[in-house]
């Protein structure tokens, strides 16, 4: 089977892990989304992932409502990505997928410290790496560590799920009935246009490395899979 990409980088916002709950991690949708992962490490891609924190802390939302100050909230913030990786890890080793966890603060006694050589192995053996603690920064979000660790480890494509949002629109299509999907555009209209779809340091980070970016919505089965064998799926961003 021909595919489009060998190696992506795979953005899941905390949010994705919440399912019913308000709080915390759901079972069935961190079943849901390692079974989506697994059909893809199957297929003989090599896969990254990126998991936000927001179904535990935002940073920038909590921090303020505490009386903490920005860089302490986000590295918060940041814990909260290493307990959603670790959750992530067990239910895909769970399905009998090989998996590592590294994260950009050292807690060795939880996962390996981030090495991009490393990582790079992992990949080309077969083992879904998965990154925590953004890029360990504060100031930086995970979308720009997302696009950070899509350049080093080389992929050719970074996928951006998206929950209950099938692309990027012209507007909040929550917002405005009147809003239109937009099938491919370049990553200067998503800065020029200041879109909200990702952080506009992530996408020049991508336009400056070539690294093509697929926006979709995640609760669709099988979306990830379509997309790689070419079916016109979400918002591509790219040149």
Same mark, same amino acid.
Do not use: W
């Given at each position: 089977?021909?595919?489009?990409?060998? %190696?992506?980088?795979?953005?899941?916002?905390?949010?994705?892990?919440?399912?019913? !709950?308000?709080?915390?991690?759901?079972?069935?949708?961190?079943? /849901?989304?390692?079974?989506?992962?697994?059909?893809?490490?199957?297929?003989?891609?090599?896969?990254?992932?990126?998991?936000?924190?927001?179904?535990?802390?935002?940073?920038?939302?909590?921090?303020?409502?505490?009386?903490?100050? %920005? *860089?302490?909230?986000?590295?918060?913030?940041?814990?909260?990505?290493? $307990?959603?990786?670790?959750?992530?890890?067990?239910?895909?080793?769970?399905?009998?997928?090989? =998996?590592?966890?590294?994260?950009?603060?050292?807690?060795?006694?939880?996962?390996?410290?981030?090495?991009?050589?490393?990582?790079?192995?992992?990949?080309?053996?077969?083992?879904?790496?998965? /990154?925590?603690?953004?890029?360990?920064?504060?100031?930086?979000?995970?979308?720009? *560590?997302?696009?950070?660790?899509?350049?080093?480890?080389?992929?050719?494509?970074?996928?951006?799920?998206?929950?209950?949002?099938?692309?990027?629109?012209?507007?909040?299509? %929550?917002?405005?009935?009147?809003?239109?999907?937009?099938?491919? $555009?370049?990553?200067?209209?998503?800065?020029?246009?200041?879109?909200?779809?990702?952080?506009?340091? *992530? =996408?020049?980070? =991508?336009?400056?490395?070539?690294?093509?970016?697929?926006?979709?919505?995640?609760?669709?089965?099988?979306?990830?899979? !379509?997309?790689?064998?070419?079916?016109?799926?979400?918002? /591509?961003?790219?040149?």
């Amino acid at each position: 089977m021909s595919l489009k990409y060998k %190696r992506i980088l795979l953005k899941v916002s905390g949010e994705a892990l919440l399912g019913d !709950k308000d709080f915390g991690i759901g079972n069935e949708p961190l079943e /849901f989304i390692s079974k989506e992962i697994k059909d893809v490490h199957d297929a003989g891609v090599q896969i990254a992932v990126v998991v936000g924190g927001g179904n535990i802390f935002r940073g920038m939302n909590n921090s303020a409502k505490l009386g903490m100050d %920005r *860089a302490s909230g986000d590295y918060v913030g940041m814990l909260a990505t290493v $307990m959603n990786a670790v959750a992530l890890q067990s239910a895909l080793k769970s399905l009998g997928v090989d =998996c590592r966890v590294q994260t950009a603060i050292q807690m060795n006694q939880i996962a390996e410290p981030y090495i991009r050589h490393k990582a790079i192995r992992h990949l080309e053996k077969g083992r879904v790496v998965i /990154f925590a603690a953004g890029t360990g920064n504060p100031f930086f979000t995970t979308d720009t *560590a997302s696009a950070l660790r899509a350049s080093e480890i080389s992929a050719q494509a970074m996928f951006m799920a998206k929950n209950g949002v099938d692309g990027v629109y012209s507007d909040d299509p %929550r917002k405005n009935p009147h809003a239109h999907k937009i099938d491919s $555009m370049n990553y200067d209209e998503i800065i020029k246009n200041d879109l909200k779809v990702m952080d506009t340091a *992530a =996408c020049a980070l =991508c336009k400056q490395n070539n690294i093509p970016i697929v926006v979709f919505d995640f609760k669709e089965k099988d979306s990830i899979l !379509k997309i790689l064998n070419g079916e016109k799926i979400g918002t /591509f961003i790219g040149e």
